[in-house]
C-alpha cells in the first residue's frame, strides 16, 4: 500500500527566503504526482502536476521535482512572501492505490514578514 | 463562473442522525470524489464516482453513502452508523478518472457531532 510522508509538519521561515518541501512515498509505480495548497479552513488548490515521465514543473515562483527512483519529491518556493503561508499537500495517483489519489498529511508553512 | 459549490459550509448534527452534504459542479466534469480530512492529516477517499450511476468506494466507506443520479451531484449522506463523524469534507472532481487528470477541489464542509 502507498504511504506518503511529508516532513516537517511545520515550517517558519523569514520573508524572502528561497524554501524547499519535502515528500517520500514508499511505492515508484505512480502515474503522477501533484502539490496542494490549502488555506485555513478552505478546500485545495492545485499548484504542480507531474507526470510520471516529467522530472519537473515550474510555474512563477514554483518548482516541482520527482525522482521516482528515490521515492521523493521535493517542491520549491522562491523568495517566499507572507501569502505564501499555507499547508501545502503532496498527493500522489499510483497503480497500486486502485487509482485513487494518496494523500500526505501536509506541511503547514508560515512566512514571517 | 465554473466550478465546485459545497454546501452546507458549517453542518451540526445530533448523535443517531443521518445527515446529507452537497456537492454539485458546473464543469461538465465525469469523475467526482469525497474525501475526508481530520486535523493534522491528510486526506482520505471515502468514495468515487466515475460515471453517472455508478461509485467506488474509498478507503473510509464505512458508514457513509453517495448517489450520483446526475452528472453534476454527487451528494454524500453520513449516516448514524458513522462512528466518528466530526471531521472537514471535501467534494471534487476532475474530466475522467483517470490518474493523469487534476483534480478540483470544493470549499468544504465542517461537520460537527454535538
Known amino acids: 500500500k502507498q504511504e506518503v510522508t511529508q516532513i516537517p509538519a511545520a515550517l517558519s521561515v523569514p520573508e524572502g527566503e528561497n524554501l524547499v518541501l519535502n515528500c517520500s512515498f514508499t511505492?515508484?509505480?505512480?502515474?503522477?504526482l501533484q502539490w496542494f495548497r490549502q488555506d485555513p479552513g478552505k478546500g485545495l488548490t492545485s499548484l504542480l502536476l507531474?507526470?510520471?515521465?516529467?522530472r519537473e514543473q515550474t510555474s512563477g515562483r514554483l518548482n516541482a521535482s520527482l525522482d521516482k527512483s528515490s521515492g521523493r519529491s521535493t517542491l520549491y518556493i522562491a523568495a517566499s512572501q507572507p501569502g505564501d503561508s499555507a499547508t501545502y499537500l503532496c498527493?500522489?495517483?499510483?497503480?497500486?492505490?486502485?487509482?485513487?489519489?494518496?494523500f500526505g498529511s501536509g506541511t503547514q508553512l508560515t512566512v514571517l514578514p | 463562473d465554473g466550478g465546485i459549490t459545497q454546501s452546507p459550509k458549517y453542518l451540526f448534527r445530533k448523535e443517531g442522525q443521518n445527515v446529507t452534504l452537497s456537492c454539485e459542479q458546473n464543469?461538465?466534469?465525469?469523475?467526482m470524489y469525497w474525501y475526508r480530512q481530520d486535523p493534522g492529516q491528510g486526506l482520505r477517499l471515502i468514495y468515487y464516482?466515475?460515471?453517472?450511476?455508478?461509485?467506488q468506494k474509498g478507503d473510509i466507506a464505512e458508514g457513509y453513502s453517495v448517489s450520483r443520479e446526475k452528472k453534476e451531484s454527487f451528494p454524500l449522506t453520513v449516516t448514524s452508523a458513522q462512528k466518528n463523524p466530526t471531521a472537514f469534507y471535501l467534494c471534487?472532481?476532475?474530466?475522467?478518472?483517470?490518474?493523469?487528470?487534476?483534480?478540483?477541489f470544493g470549499p468544504g464542509t465542517r461537520l460537527t457531532v454535538l
Open positions: 471534487a472532481s476532475s474530466i475522467g478518472g483517470r490518474g493523469t487528470d487534476t483534480q478540483y
Open positions: 511505492d515508484s509505480a505512480i502515474y503522477n
Open positions: 507531474i507526470q510520471s515521465s516529467q
Open positions: 498527493a500522489l495517483f499510483s497503480s497500486g492505490s486502485a487509482r485513487q489519489l494518496t
Open positions: 464543469l461538465n466534469h465525469d469523475a
Open positions: 464516482s466515475q460515471i453517472v450511476n455508478d461509485f
